[in-house]
């Protein structure tokens, strides 16, 4: 099956620095990745869309200027947490659909960022 | 609009117990369910699915069978083992607005001890 390949696993940056997370599809062409957010002992929750060429939708409530997704191949999307501060310390993991007319989604394997 | 309700945790049970984590949804149109499951440390792993009324997930010893009359989804295992300790996770995706984009429900913590 699909492969979503998300780096790094863990992270930690001190406040202030900006981080860039990777998520790359290793055997099939992704148009389409979500990003998501997990606070601690909470579900995900969808923070933006991104389209291959184009500029990412965002969730209500993210901003976008903080969290900037690009998404200029189609294999490879990226979110940037910029100046980033202790309150974005979070799980942030990507996913995107299966490709094969299902509903389902392939994830990454997420990225643990600790601002201090 | 679309949203996704399961049972609160954790839930600690003891090795070959019978565990059920219930789930139920509400959805403008008719959703795809799921369950995947996030063992410590990691990411997602999508655990089973369903597509329809009626039909039923499996995999892993794991059950869920698509309600649409009780609008439930309800994950069942007969006998857990200690390697099933991970947060468990009841999902929808409500197409084609939300091809592959999920709504999910709180996670389930379930604990099992030897």
């Known amino acids: 099956g699909a492969v979503v390949s998300q780096h790094p696993s863990r992270v930690i940056c001190k406040s202030g620095t900006s981080v860039k997370i990777e998520c790359r599809s290793l055997d099939f062409q992704a148009t389409t990745m979500f990003w998501y957010r997990q606070f601690p002992k909470k579900s995900l929750m969808l923070m933006a869309t991104?389209?291959?060429?184009?500029?990412?939708?965002?969730e209500q409530g993210v901003e976008k200027d903080k969290f900037l997704i690009n998404h200029a191949s189609l294999t490879l999307s990226t979110l940037t947490v910029t100046s980033a501060h202790p309150e974005d310390s979070s799980f942030y993991i990507c996913?995107?659909?299966?490709?094969?007319?299902?509903?389902?989604?392939?994830f990454g394997q997420g990225t643990r960022l600790t601002v201090v | 609009g679309d949203s996704v309700t399961q049972m609160e945790g954790p839930v600690t049970l003891s090795e070959e117990a019978f565990l059920t984590i219930n789930c139920t949804y509400t959805a403008t149109g008719y959703p795809s369910l799921f369950w995947y499951v996030q063992y410590p440390g990691e990411g997602l792993q999508l655990l089973l699915k369903a597509t329809k009324a009626d039909d039923k997930g499996s995999n892993k010893g794991f059950e869920a069978t698509y309600r649409k009359e009780t609008t439930s989804f309800h994950l069942e295992k007969g006998s857990v083992q200690v390697s099933d300790s991970a947060v468990y996770f009841c999902a929808l995706s409500d197409p084609p607005d939300s091809w592959g984009k999920l709504q999910f429900g709180a996670g389930t913590q379930v604990v099992v001890t030897p």
């Open positions: 996913s995107t659909p299966s490709g094969t007319g299902g509903t389902e989604a392939f």
């Open positions: 991104s389209n291959e060429g184009s500029k990412a939708t965002y």
